[in-house]
């Protein structure tokens, strides 16, 4: 079955510098969709990419969502603490409309 | 408040017994799912539904059924419970499957404890 994996599990970065995740999966995409989790809290959606290379950018965040649609990248530029929480990527495999499966996502710590 | 309502927040079962985690929406999405998070294995689907009167499987189904009767609730209910299925329990909701341009919106999870 489709498996999507995220690159890194973890990373503790200070305050002020720059983080990103990678999302990759086994299978190629109809789109790719991000959501944020913060401790404690449920998934929120961020973004959907579904077009091949296109890049999107919600103030320091940037998504991209590669030419093979079989990786995704989310970008996060001069970090605060309030992006602190886990980063999930999830994809819809081509022919697949209706199941969304997540990766295995990126925990986030931002200390000052 | 609109949203996706789960309950109960917090369940502690023993082993062999059954019940059932309710979940709720009210902004008329067809599409209904739920997953199941486990530390390190991010978000996995269990059962989902396009509409009233359909489910269908998802990855990890085995131990868990699903109805739709209705747009708006869609229970998952725990046959036996077993060690196994201690996690966290995610329902979520879109206006369609998985290339809904709106995203998921997910309720605020049911911890569940299987002892």
């Known amino acids: 079955g489709q498996q999507v994996m995220q690159i890194p599990q973890y990373q503790h970065v200070q305050e002020g510098e720059d983080f990103t995740t990678y999302c990759n999966s086994s299978?190629?995409?109809?789109?790719i969709q991000w959501y944020k989790q913060r401790p404690g809290g449920h998934p929120v959606f961020l973004i959907q990419l579904v077009k091949s290379g296109e890049v999107k950018k919600q103030k320091r965040l940037t998504f991209q969502f590669g030419e093979a649609k079989k990786n995704s990248s989310l970008h996060i530029t001069a970090t605060q603490t309030t992006d602190v929480g886990t980063y999930f990527c999830a994809g819809v495999s081509t022919g697949t409309a209706s199941k969304l499966t997540f990766g295995t996502g990126t925990r986030l710590q931002v200390t000052l | 408040n609109a949203g996706v309502t789960q309950t109960p927040k917090f369940q502690v079962l023993k082993t062999g017994q059954s019940m059932t985690l309710q979940c709720a929406q009210d902004?008329?999405?067809?599409?209904m799912s739920w997953y199941r998070q486990d530390p390190g294995m991010g978000l996995r689907l269990i059962h989902y539904?396009?509409?009233?009167?359909?489910?269908d499987q998802g990855e990890v189904p085995n131990g868990y059924n699903v109805s739709r009767s209705t747009t708006e609730d869609f229970p998952l209910r725990l046959l036996s419970a077993a060690p196994s299925q201690t996690s966290v329990y995610f329902c979520?909701?879109?206006?369609?499957?998985?290339?809904?341009?709106?995203?998921?919106?997910f309720g605020s999870g049911t911890r569940l404890t299987v002892v």
């Open positions: 902004m008329n999405h067809e599409y």
């Open positions: 299978t190629t995409l109809s789109n």
């Open positions: 979520a909701s879109s206006y369609q499957g998985g290339a809904s341009l709106y995203g998921y919106t």
């Open positions: 539904s396009v509409g009233a009167g359909i489910t």
